[in-house]
């Protein structure tokens, strides 16, 4: 006789970015997904993972083919206009404890299309033993920052791991200088993106002084051609004095593959000050990204959006990504808040608590996918003066058209 629990199991399909299922998000992820498995033994969770680069390679493929049942996504997409995903029920979500601001990036017209995972905010990790045994002290303009990395170099390190291979960490970073030299660029880039006109100067300057940092040597060389594990691996193996990247990867300080020494050693900084810059001081880049849309074609949808809204129960990724200090979540974390939490953990909170105004969604994610595509592209270029400043605002320009 056939089977007939196999036969009633129900198969869901989730395509994720979190490759490494040992650790940080991937692993949290995991953890859910799993003890939903044992909970509801009649349903299997499929999983597809991916490096960043070619998670978004195959995005675009499952745009036009059809998504899988749940999908990682990054926040406000065109995608979400043309229909790939399933709009949600805000009201399911009304106890979830989700940050005042948080769903508006997952919101088109007023209607829930997603759910974010994160707070992040992004800066640099530094290695306080390299630091100390140097003389090095954390900078505080924009200048100290690059004629840091001229002493750094000449100690036989790379200054700032940079993952420029992925492209987006390079244009978090863009994204940081132009919110430090604006005070807040969302609304001239939505103008500049649906007018499909980057005349505003503050374009120009930011990717100026993105470049002076690339001519200063401030990344590792050869950055362009190393992704998110190898600028990682650069930091965590004391070859690298900082380490630019997001409150995500605050879990280094638990994640076993990294030697003790280096984890009880590293400390977080953010962008110091930039010539001229017109944000508060409290100012800082941070936005609520990262999370879970499900496929609006999906024939599981119910069932999908059910494992969704588990995954978001205020005890289940709020509290695994606290305890096991991964980052910041979209939901409040205050209740898991024990006092035995690492300091890497609390700095991150700190400056977050202190925050008057926050940059919003980076650049790169204010658009389309096709946008997104090619202002990563167009800024490394350009970072790397392999293409002018004009020539790299016309690029953007005819990518908006």
Known sequence: MPDEAAEDQVTLTLFSNLPDRRNGQGLVEQMIIDEYMNLHPEIKIEVETLNDEDYKTKFRAYAIE????????????????DGIFAELDEEDYRDYGFMSGSLDGFRIDGKLYGLPRNTDVIGFYYNKKLFAEHGWEIPETYGQLLELASHIRAAGFAPVAMDGLDSWPVADFY????????????????????????????FAEGIGLLRQAVDAGLFQDGYDYQDYGMAMNLFTSGQAA????????????????????????????LMPRLPGEKAESTGIMAWNGGGYAVSAESRKREEAVRFLNFMYQ???LSRYGWENSI???????????????????????????????????????????????CIERYIIEAANSAMEIGDFLKKLEEACR
């Open 327 to 373: 980052g910041m979540s979209a939901q409040d974390q205050s209740a898991y808040i024990t006092g035995d939490e690492t300091e890497l953990q609390l700095a991150f909170v700190e400056v977050l608590n202190a925050a008057k105004s926050m940059s919003g969604t980076p650049v790169n994610d204010a658009g389309s996918a096709a946008f997104k595509a």
């Open 66 to 81: 059809g998504m899988p049942d749940i999908v990682s996504v990054w926040g406000l997409s065109a995608f979400m206009l």
């Open 242 to 269: 900082m380490f630019y990247m997001g409150s995500w990867e605050a879990s280094m300080t638990k994640n076993g593959d990294i030697p003790q020494e280096v984890r009880d050693n590293i400390g977080m900084f």
């Open 175 to 202: 994204s940081n200088i132009l919110y430090k030299i604006t005070g807040g660029y969302q609304e001239m880039l939505s103008q500049a993106i649906a007018e499909a006109d980057f005349s505003d100067p503050a």
């Open 314 to 316: 205020p005890d289940k």
